[in-house]
């Protein structure tokens, strides 16, 4: 699944709500979201999505604006490939067999 949030932190993170309620139909194995707004002032709950890791690419400029992120199913082999990414890009590796 894809969402432009326009801010996951909006009105106490309230997004996420809306995304469990939604992913309570489709069970997703990956979400991702754009124009999450976060800087490194806003702090992010412990736990975000039960049972999903939560990884963001925020502005280069710590500004609120744009900035990407992922959920993915903690059960999912997932390495986080920070050396291929740039910019506001998450790159995942799922390593599968």
């Not at 979201?33 to 709950?45: A, D, G, H, R, Y």
């Not at 890791?53 to 490939?81: D, E, M």
Request: charged content about 15%.
């Amino acid at each position: 699944m894809s969402w432009n949030l326009n801010s996951l932190a909006k009105e106490n993170f309230q997004r996420v709500d809306l995304i469990q309620a939604h992913n309570v139909s489709f069970n997703y194995d990956l979400i991702s979201v754009t124009e999450t707004s976060l800087n490194n002032s806003v702090q992010l709950p412990k736990t975000l999505l039960e049972d999903y890791t939560f990884v963001s690419a925020n502005n280069p400029s710590n500004t609120r604006h744009g900035g990407v992120g992922v959920f993915y199913k903690n059960t999912l082999p997932v390495i986080v490939r920070n050396d291929l990414s740039f910019g506001e890009s998450i790159v995942l590796e799922l390593c599968f067999g």
